[in-house]
């Protein structure tokens, strides 16, 4: 027991020696570590030589588009000996992803996918290169109300190239409408009648007038603005150059009051709807209206494979009360090529590849990206196959971006959340808009748009 | 005795030498110093950063973060705000709720099991599969049951004549539908801890008590629950300290809904970050949160856990 414990000279050498092999292999460590720090800029800097050499692209997207696209993605690859890095991610993971990446001017991506409301935030913020500058040139092809989105601020230059025509629209079961003869619906006091009917007489067979999102944030936003812009009001004082939020006003006030009766109209458990759910319950035929429906959706509802309603679903504007204006409302996606970018003029060639018509079709009757151009909008044989792409042209034309600021995201955290507590019975409709208007008046304060 | 021993023993080593080099007279503080640099890199900084991130205003601006000093404004915003005072309220009661049926059913398993004759070692394999499955999954495999149209309780409830149940959009359920896919998940981990604490307990107060007639409450409550007691008030501790930290199962099953009645604290946070980037306001949150729970916990343990808290001798 004394030999474990006791300190001896042989103890001693031991320690020492086991000493000196550790500070022998710290120097070593210390030294490697020196010498990969050295090392490290060279190994940057040979793929940077690499990239400029057109060898590699690395884009970023959310996972759905990149399942739908990767096959395209991969043809161009091939077809120009380069390497493609299709990073996927999540909607709030892009948008983090992107975020940091792009105001720091990271160089970690070459092409970036982004939705509409990010462009004041990344165009504005001039995160992304000017394309136009890169020697890009407009092509007339596009629906110019989505071309516009790339262009911010108005008249900057382009800085996206959309390549996910989404926008919203107004959708009704044809069958439905007639059956109970009634009109289809131009005002939201229409809307409420036809779905106060629909519900009345469906109830029983699972059908409901109405659908709509209820979970916080982003969903209940989304499926409440249509209604407020349809009653003539809207989240701040000037879309294009917001500042005073407008969400105490009695348009916004009417436009809740109607937007919780139709939450009631609607299938129980509107509280946890999301996005895929507002497709099942259309194309499975629950609904018989939703003025939250998307392209992504329209593509189910005519997929005979999974759809209870093929050729029982018209699309249109969104209603608006007498003397509001229907506004249609775009969530286009858009390429972009980052500040930083080490590759700019092949990540160039790749988007306008992508973006080009027979790309755009291919997308659209192969993949399901709905496309962002007139002609194959128009074009016969993708009509014949979706119907609904006059409707959706349509619909573009009327396209109303979100607010277009960059706080935008963070306005509709705060108002999609209080939509939410109204429709779950957690606030009184008064209180939530109020409330709402308050946060997002005290957000545009600290971030310096506004003076207290 | 013997360790006694051996400790005054080590404590008798020989005094280093003047003579001898630096880094044998500062061996100590050699041999302790890649703890402390990791401590320092992965517990102070964050913190500290934290710190001085709820002192600014931050926002990303090109190639760099601009922060300016706005001192206690971030604090004294998070008290003000209701959202925080209600995801605090859903924290505590969340984080007790689920603790004590936890631990309740956890240990209801553990005397049963160790019970058993037989199957002892099937039935713990059994119930360790919740414990490896990552909680996202066990989220979506939740969603999914819970579906109002296709999902297996609403089937089983209309197969015995009864309507459904709007799990996790209902108000007044959806709170107990998450927290039963938190008890599901975690009861196995108590049940394992409490479990290795019963078949570890000496037999002799058990022998004792049948010799003297006890029955089987009696002796649970007067020898099995004071020997236990020890790893009881650790688990709650960790279950406690755990699942107040609750957020992947919120995210995927409900985002916090209906309405925002279930947004954690760590869920606010979270939204507070993305898609507001609003750094100093988050860290703010964050450092309160994390301060909270300390508070919590050092007082537990010097408190609730003080007579078992020192060494024995």
Known sequence: ?452 | MAIRIRAQEAARVRPVSARAPWWERNLAWLLVAPAIAMFALFAIYPTASALLFSLSRARLIRGSLERTYIGLDNFRRAFEDPLVRQSAAFTIKWSLSVTAMEVLLGLLIALLVSQLARGRGLITSLLIIPIIMPPVSVAVAWRFMYDPAFGIFNYLLNLVGLGDVYWLSDPDVATYALMAVDVWQTTPFVFLLLYAGLISLPRDPYEAAAIDGASPWFTFRTVTLPLLKPVLLVVILLRVIDSARIFDKILVMTRGGPGSQNYSMTYTIYQEFIPKFDFGYTAALSFLFQLSLVIVATIYVRRVMADYSAPAE
């Open chain 1, 1 to 452: 027991m004394d030999n474990d414990t006791k300190p001896t000279e042989a103890n001693l050498i031991n320690r020492r020696e086991l000493l000196r092999s550790t500070a022998v292999a710290s120097a070593a460590l210390v030294t490697a570590g020196a010498s990969s720090a050295a090392a490290a800029p060279s190994r940057r800097g040979a793929p940077a030589i690499l990239r400029r050499q057109g060898g590699k692209l690395v884009v970023a997207m959310q996972n759905a588009d990149q399942q739908a696209a990767q096959p395209l993605i991969d043809e161009y690859a091939e077809a120009n000996g380069i390497e493609i890095e299709v990073q996927g991610f999540p909607f709030e993971g892009l948008l983090e992803r992107l975020t940091i990446n792009l105001t720091q001017a990271t160089g970690a991506y070459d092409v970036v996918s982004m939705d509409d409301p990010w462009m004041p935030q990344f165009a504005g913020g001039e995160f992304l290169m000017n394309l136009e500058e890169l020697g890009y040139e407009r092509d007339p092809d596009f629906v110019p109300e989505l071309l516009a989105l790339g262009d911010f601020p108005p008249g900057s230059g382009l800085r996206g190239i959309p390549w996910v025509g989404n926008v919203q629209v107004f959708a009704w079961r044809t069958d439905v409408l007639e059956e109970l003869g009634l009109e289809v619906p131009q005002t939201w006091d229409d809307v409420l009648n036809a779905a106060a009917a629909i519900t009345e007489a469906k109830k029983s067979e699972d059908l409901y007038g109405f659908g709509l999102r209820g979970v916080a944030g982003n969903p209940a936003a989304t499926s409440f603005l249509p209604i407020l812009r349809g009653h003539g009001g809207d989240l701040f004082d000037d879309n294009n150059d917001p500042k005073e939020p407008t969400l105490d006003t009695p348009e916004a006030q009417e436009a809740l009051r109607k937007h919780l009766e139709l939450a009631k109209l609607a299938p129980p458990g509107v509280e946890n709807v999301q996005h895929a759910d507002m497709g099942t319950n259309m194309y499975s035929g629950r609904i018989a209206m939703a003025a939250d429906i998307w392209p992504d959706l329209l593509l189910q509802i005519w997929d005979p494979d999974i759809s209870q309603v093929v050729g029982k679903v018209a699309i249109g504007p969104e209603p608006a009360q007498t003397g509001a204006e229907s506004k249609n409302m775009t969530g286009n996606w858009l390429l972009g090529i980052p500040e930083g970018s080490q590759n700019p003029e092949q990540a160039l060639d790749f988007i306008v590849w992508l973006t080009a018509p027979e790309q755009q079709k291919r997308l659209l009757l192969d993949n399901n990206i709905p496309a962002t151009r007139t002609s194959v909008l128009t074009d016969q044989e993708a009509v014949e196959k979706l119907p609904f792409l006059p409707g959706l042209l349509e619909a573009a034309r009327k396209a109303v971006p979100r607010p277009r600021t960059p706080h935008y995201n963070a306005a509709e955290a705060i108002y999609g959340r209080y939509i939410a507590e109204a429709i779950a019975g957690q606030t009184s409709p008064e209180d939530a808009l109020t409330n709402a208007n308050k946060e997002i008046r005290d957000l545009m304060v600290r971030e310096g748009v506004l003076e207290d």
